[in-house]
């Protein structure tokens, strides 16, 4: 539809009140200014039609076949994913055990009371700002998280032979340390347990080192299979990059002994391999902040070097806060000055620098001799009612006469038990009772309760009866 075109009166009206040849050529001046304005206006228009068809086949050409159109769907995540498919159930008895998150004896999330106490203390003071932090992070956070792992009588923080940044949680941590390693380091081969949480592998093939397995798991015994992981890595080439769980391996639960991780300390030392420990459970696991750093420490009272990446997602459950640290201790205070200064060149066009929040609620907490007494309070009794959940599930597996030795669930330690299930019966318990966990047959032991261990315990004694 065309625009209207507005015309002055005086041009429109039939009525001139001048005669004559003045009369004349105002007629004249009148119809050119007529003429004018309705060219202006179909040249408007023309143009606007213009960028109407322009537009169109701009737009449409961008719907039709998109730059991007060739990008396959990606498949979920299998830890996740295990969580999407959860929330599209719409059965009332549904049971979700595949992500590592802590749950209540009610199911509910649990935001930890000396957290609470501490958020509210940064909040009331007016003092604080939002400006950036330096590239390693918040410093009294490193300094007290290296003293947390290693322990405030280390003879490395003492020396100052360690260098501490915080980073992006446990997955944060081991990827900086892991492009690092690709820079600086003469070895580019990383060996990793057999098996071992799902992102291991991802994040060092990803920073560009070659990934290699080493035994960990008996599938028969559901437990350690120690000879197997001595062979492996007495085969690893010297200088090798060897990942180590410092406690509650994910996803079996299966820990060495101190006896054996002496042993393993020592092939690794004897072989010039460098330990890199990944410490997501400290406290989590036993309760004890320094049994679960134990192995860590063992490492470091040699002289030795070692990395360890540390994560305060689960020990004070800043899951979303995404708060970790990853310490490198070096054999003299020069060398971890010079590795310090190399970290920050990783760190600035990863994310520039580490975000404030989180950081500041765990400095908070580590500084405050009161509010780390209360932190120890409340992980015990999350470990604790794990380890409860561990005893009820095996006793009620036994009163139901399931086939099979299940004394692994109480032997395994931490967040997670490796059940021993089969996909075939992890799609069947997802069937036929709604209980989700990833295929491998891992699940996580903070997801359970008193009231749904028993529906846990029905399917597992199903599903190993049926189908074998």
């Known amino acids: 539809m065309k625009p209207e075109t507005s015309v002055p009166a ?22 050119a200014l007529t003429r004018h304005l309705q060219d202006s206006s179909s040249a408007a228009e023309s143009e606007d039609d213009r960028r109407n068809v322009l537009h ?40 979700n055990l595949g992500v590592g998150a802590y749950r209540t004896e009610e199911g509910k999330p649990l935001v930890l009371n000396v957290v609470r106490r501490a958020e509210q203390q940064l909040v009331n003071d007016r003092s604080r700002v939002k400006e950036y932090l330096p590239i390693t992070g918040l410093a009294e956070f490193n300094k007290l998280s290296a003293k947390l792992i290693l322990g405030a009588d280390s003879s490395a923080i003492r020396d100052n032979r360690v260098t501490t940044v915080q980073c992006l949680s446990g997955t944060g941590s081991l990827r900086v340390g892991a492009e690092f390693l690709a820079r600086h380091y003469h070895q580019r081969t990383v060996y990793i347990p057999q098996p071992t949480w799902g992102n291991h592998p991802k994040v060092f093939t990803l920073a560009g080192l070659s990934v290699k397995y080493y035994c960990y798991y008996d599938p028969v015994t559901r437990g350690l299979n120690f000879q197997g992981l001595l062979e492996d890595l007495g085969s690893a080439p010297s200088g090798a990059i060897v990942l180590l769980h410092a406690c509650a391996h994910n996803p079996t639960g299966v820990d060495p002994t ?12 004897s ?170 047959g891992r699940i996580s032991m903070a997801g359970l309760s008193s009231k749904t261990v028993p529906h846990l315990a029905d399917a597992i004694h199903t599903a190993v009866t049926r189908i074998r």
């Open 10 to 31: 005086a041009v429109a009206s039939p009525e001139i009140s001048s005669s004559g040849g003045g009369a004349a050529a105002a007629r004249r001046r009148l119809a």
């Open 271 to 440: 072989k010039s391999l460098l330990p890199f420990f990944d410490s997501a459970y400290q406290g989590f696991a036993s309760g004890s902040l320094d049994a679960d750093a134990g192995s860590v420490r063992m490492f470091v009272a040699d002289g030795g070097e070692c990395i360890v990446a540390q994560s305060y997602a689960k020990n004070m459950g800043l899951y979303g806060e995404r708060v970790g640290a990853l310490s490198i201790v070096c054999r003299t205070a020069d060398v971890a000055s010079r590795v310090e200064s190399q970290l920050k060149l990783v760190i600035r066009p990863m994310y520039s620098n580490p975000p404030l929040h989180g950081a500041s609620i765990v400095a908070t907490i580590l500084r405050d001799s009161n509010m780390f007494h209360e932190w120890t309070i409340e992980l015990k009794a999350m470990a604790d009612r794990i380890i409860s959940m561990r005893q009820k599930l095996f006793e009620a597996l036994r009163a139901r006469g399931t086939p099979g030795d299940w004394s692994h669930i109480i032997k395994q330690i931490g967040m997670f038990t490796f059940t021993g299930l089969n996909s075939e019966q992890v799609s069947f318990m997802t069937r036929e009772f709604h209980i989700y966990m990833t295929s491998d």
């Open 56 to 95: 169109a086949s701009v737009t449409s050409g961008f719907d039709a076949d998109s730059v991007f159109a060739h990008v396959a769907r990606a498949p979920e995540d299998p830890i996740l994913g295990v969580t999407v498919a959860y929330n599209r159930d719409p059965s009332p008895v549904k049971l």
């Open 258 to 269: 101190l006896q054996q991780w002496d042993q393993i300390r020592h092939l690794i030392r």
